[in-house]
């Protein structure tokens, strides 16, 4: 079989796997959200907690809530690396330096996952299960909380409650992540993905030589970085590292964790709102800008130019030579259009115009599918200005599900899509214009841009995958992208449930003959090209300085 047909067998069966669990999935995510009823060891925590489960929170509140947690997760996993060496199952393993400490802490609390230390070398194994596995869980349900807050902005009338933040989160991990996370432990552990306490194990070489393999709780780290969109590796290689991903169906089985729950959110979104259709509008738009990705970077990678290339059938440079080309490009794909930042090839040798896909990809936003929870609120945020396009164009006060677009409304979403381009361009700026920041480049030219554009693209959407060729663990680049990724997760979060607060407070207009109709190819048509537009316009001029000059040259 070649690569191209396996290559198609795999993308099928991915598409098929999503469509089998989009309407099951989606709809216990819907009734996970909207039952009265909380479990036993939910009330646990909201009574250690110190919060009352049954009262409902205005959006400041939820705001702060979700901002205290996230704060008080920087702190006790800043503080886990900083006494590293001074707790159990530390594995040898020294005090995380303190810029270090800072980037991780802040990478993991904001679902980024961002990585510019070597992991097998500088976490332990208690800060590895206590620290980043827990992060892992409570980021991913942060994300998931603000979507469903967005959610019931449009699905409630006259009210300035948004839902519970605490309330939310908690069943989000209890409900939904914890049990996902268990049932795919059990099957990474049954394939040969390590799992055990044991910092390592000697073994014997081929040439008769001995050498230390470092081991831990790999495979519960695994499960959840893939299911929460993390992507945090246990080691440095990531899931190029066979003790991660030990086989193709593996590696396809992570690229399936990581869609799964943002593509089915659109499904729990129309059920909340009480027209399934609206869903079937979103996840449509999410899936055909997935094709397109995936579709692009494959072409790309298969069809380099290059004698050697050309002999070797693609381009295989930095592949995981193990599964394929399609393979790694399919997974490419998916972790740059979910933000999960998981790799299992090297994206910095991909060819130029491939690296450009990885890039562009990001650069929509992450909303196709995007991260769980933050590919919904993200392309909601996008529905709202397309609906205000669609608007101008007739002359009428623009509505989505019944809920009127004003100046306030219109000014929140503009600026929810400005804030991300602006960190990105303001910090690569930055960056190139700064000895520190050319310090830490080990190229010049475009791919030395290239490389600069993607760390600051990948922390200020929140993504984490790196290109490499970079050298970022050094204080200007912890700093910055520490930066880059708190903003980047916490001021969009500002603008989403500011707005989720206003359209709650409104009434219902009712449909007339005039409504544009949100739930029709129409719609997912401009939808698209609103996405499509808005970031060609915001970062065409630094892509074509970048990967577009060096594929052309």
């Known amino acids: 079989m070649s690569a191209t047909t396996a290559g198609w067998l795999q993308f099928a069966l991915l598409v098929v796997a999503l469509v089998a ?3 099951p999935l989606g709809d216990w995510m819907a009734r996970v959200f909207t039952s009265p009823a909380h479990w036993r060891a939910e009330r646990l925590v909201y009574r250690a907690v110190g919060v ?40 040898g393993m020294a005090a995380v330096e303190p810029g270090s400490a800072w980037n991780t802490a802040v990478s993991f609390v904001t679902n980024t996952n961002w990585q510019g230390y070597v992991g097998e070398s500088t976490m332990g194994n208690l800060v590895q299960m206590a620290g980043l596995a827990v992060q892992n ?30 309330v939310d989160v908690t069943r989000a991990v209890v409900r939904l992540l914890l049990p996902l996370a268990v049932v795919t432990t059990v099957v990474f552990v049954l394939a040969g993905i390590v799992q055990t306490l044991k910092a390592g194990t000697d073994v014997s070489t081929l040439a008769g030589g001995s050498q230390y393999l470092p081991t831990g709780p790999v495979a519960s780290q695994e499960a959840i970085k893939e299911i929460g969109t993390n992507g945090g590796g246990f080691y440095n290689a990531n899931s190029a590292h066979p003790f991660e991903d030990p086989s193709a169906w593996i590696s396809l089985l992570q690229v399936f964790l990581m869609l799964m729950i943002p593509f089915s959110l659109p499904r729990t979104f129309g059920r909340m709102v009480g027209n399934t259709k609206q869903g079937l509008a979103i996840v449509g738009v999410m899936a055909s800008l997935y094709a397109i990705g995936v579709g692009l970077l494959t072409l790309f990678q298969a069809r380099a130019g290059g004698a050697a290339t050309a002999l070797a059938g693609a381009a295989t440079e930095g592949q995981e030579v193990r599964f394929g080309g399609p393979l790694s490009a399919l997974f490419g794909a998916s972790t740059t259009l979910t933000s999960t930042g998981s790799v299992n090839s ?32 993200g392309m909601l945020m996008l529905a709202v200005i397309a609906v205000f396009v669609a608007g101008l164009m007739v002359g009428r006060t623009p509505e989505y599900l019944g809920k009127k677009l004003g100046r306030r409304e219109m ?34 030219g475009p791919h030395g841009l290239s490389e600069v554009l993607y760390a600051f693209t990948s922390a200020g959407n929140n993504n984490g995958s790196a290109f490499a060729g970079l050298s ?53 048509g401009l939808l698209t090209a609103v996405v499509l537009v808005v970031v060609g316009l915001t970062y065409f001029p630094v892509l074509a300085l970048g990967p577009f000059a060096e594929g052309l040259s």
């Open 472 to 524: 970022a663990n050094t204080d200007f680049y912890n700093i910055a992208l520490g930066l880059a990724m708190a903003f980047g997760r916490f001021l969009p979060i500002v603008l989403v449930l500011a707005l989720a607060g206003r359209l709650a407070q409104q009434g219902r207009t009712p449909v007339t003959a005039g409504t544009f109709p949100t739930h029709r190819p129409l719609f997912a």
């Open 411 to 444: 000014t929140l979403a503009s600026l929810y899509i400005l804030t991300t381009p602006a960190i990105v361009l303001v910090g690569t700026a930055v960056a190139i214009g700064t000895s520190a920041g050319r310090a830490g480049m080990l190229n010049d």
């Open 21 to 23: 669990v989009y309407r």
């Open 52 to 91: 009352d489960a049954d009262a409902e929170q205005r959006w400041p509140v939820y705001l702060r809530s979700v901002l205290a947690l996230s704060a008080v997760g920087v702190l006790l996993l800043y503080g886990l690396q900083r006494l590293q060496s001074l707790l159990p199952l530390d594995n």
């Open 346 to 377: 090297l994206h910095d040798s991909y060819t130029p115009l491939g690296g450009a896909v990885t890039l562009f990809n990001m650069m929509l936003g992450e909303v196709a599918p995007g991260g769980v929870g933050s590919g919904l609120y």
């Open 137 to 166: 869980f409570l980021s991913a349900a942060v994300g998931i909380a603000v979507a469903i807050a967005l959610v019931r902005g449009f699905a409630r009338v006259g009210t300035d409650r948004l839902g519970n933040a605490w």
